[in-house]
């Protein structure tokens, strides 16, 4: 953008670094002190162990917790693409009022400060008799990535325009045909990478899920719950594999939200 | 503009436009109504009285706790969104000024974080805070304090940096944003007619700027003041946020009609910043 002296370079890379350190920094401790033995909640540097794994394995309520975490994921995911492929087609459809104001309301969730979110649902859920189960979690989430996955199919839909669609109109093609032939090959791309960001949002979703969850906690919850009980070593083991998927999700998105050539040709 | 021939009778225009005002309809309208509501309900013998009344909200007033609280999380906030964006300007600015493969790489690196999870971070950032902690103990060993920073014990110092490190991705990117739509000619303009890197960064891009530097303010304003993960973990027992007490009351305190009423408060509190931040934007636009 400018041209930019080489002090002015100096410093702010300087500064840079500084807020790379505060972000990644921090997350090196729990990272390396997960291979070393802990006594009396000192770690042991001289005695490298994998004793925190060990005990990771044998904590039953983190398989569960990844399960359940897992579940909520997908169906959410799954969820939150079928309604928000189906209300961005209405909305594209025409404009009226009903539109703009249906098009406002699918952003709430996302918008609001999330104990906004949490606690509107807990009490709907308990004025309508719903206790509180992984079904309850899953609405939470899937109106949560709602609002992404409908925005970003939106998007596309609006930057497809209208006249592929009126081609296939004419020439006799039935809604669901269009549907099938024209609108659904065109959204691939765009269904696939709303749905691992919509995945990864609701992985990490913590502050919805602690208000609507029951019984069966997602990953978070138990992250949180072990958190608040102490310090214990399987912690740092299940925050450094927690990180190394976070990693790979990340990779993978994106891999497949930038388009091949942008990658290539730098 | 789709479906334009879908006259003759058929059942998807009408079942898309059932699912599109049903679900939002029932899964969020209705739940903020209820939420509302609620707000305006109190408590009796540890049940629901539902008629109709003011007192949650009386309560919030004239209680000597709440709006001292209110206005201390405010202004932590406020604090936040201030050292998100000093620290964030350079960043958005380097990241402007970079071509290629290296600014493909430091976008990455910003972008990451906001993917890794939230409460992974915190109990990150958690356990090298503290007064024994890891940042204190550094300190001492390589020598450049000789007591223990208070800076970095649980209270809300602790609240603001953590919070600090958090958001500061979210200042980032709409700094960069605002950078990135500042056109080159401007630039090249003041260039040419003499103006130093200074002068044309002072007079040129930081005005231009500005509305990214509002809308990063609004934005980690919001995501600071309703967060109430933060302070639960490393705000010890004297940082007390109003985020928190909400939550309390849906914990320890068990009364969920005040809670809404405390909600529905932090919820205007929100909608007034953002549309402040939306006045200040355009008129720098």
Known sequence: M???????????????MLVFIALYGPLLI?????????????????EPSLSAYQALAQNAGILTAVRNTLIVGFSATFLALIIGTLLALHYCGGTSLARDLMHFTVFL????????TGLSLLIFFRETG???????????????????????????????????????TDLGASPGQTLRFIILPNLASTLVGAGVLSFA?????????????????????????????????????????VLGLTVILCV??????????TIQSE | ????????????????????????????????????????????????????????????????????????TSLLCFAVAALTILFGYPVAFLLANLKGRRRHILLLLVLVPLLMSYIIKIYAIRSILGGNGLLNRFLLWIGLIDQPLTLFVFNLNAVLLTLTVLLIPFAILPIFLSLERIPRSLIDASTDLGASGMQTFRHIVLPLSLPGIVSAATFVFVLAIGDFL???MVGGQSGFTFGRIIYSQFGTAFNWPFGAALSTILGIIVIAVIMVGNRLEHRHT
């Open chain 1, 130 to 168: 719903i206790p509180r189960s992984m079904l309850t979690v899953i609405t939470g989430h899937t109106l949560f990535v709602l609002a992404l996955s409908y925005r970003t199919i939106v998007t596309r839909l609006q930057s497809l325009g209208p006249s592929l669609i009126e081609a296939s």
């Open chain 2, 230 to 232: 933060t302070p639960q």
């Open chain 1, 252 to 261: 993978v998105a994106v891999r497949l939200l930038l388009p091949a050539q």
């Open chain 1, 2 to 16: 400018m041209h930019l002296s080489r002090v002015a370079l100096v410093a702010l890379s300087f500064a840079t």
């Open chain 1, 30 to 46: 729990p990272i390396i002190s997960s291979f070393f033995n802990i006594a009396h909640g000192e770690v042991q540097w001289h």
């Open chain 1, 109 to 116: 969730p996302f918008l609001m400060p999330p104990i906004i």
């Open chain 1, 201 to 241: 949002l609701s992985f990490d979703e913590t502050m919805i899920t602690l208000l609507v969850t029951g019984t069966d906690n997602t990953l978070p919850i138990r992250l949180w719950a072990m958190m608040r009980l102490g310090f214990a070593p399987d912690i740092n083991a299940l925050v450094t594999i």
């Open chain 2, 1 to 72: 503009m789709l479906f334009i021939g879908a006259s003759r009778k058929s059942l998807w225009p009408r079942l898309l436009a059932g699912v599109s005002y049903g679900v939002p309809l029932l899964f969020i309208v209705l739940p903020l109504a209820s939420f509302l509501a609620y707000g305006f309900f109190h408590l009796e013998n540890g049940n629901v009285n539902y008629t109709p009344s003011l007192g949650n909200y009386i309560r919030f007033f004239t209680d000597a706790i709440f709006i001292p609280v209110l206005w201390q």
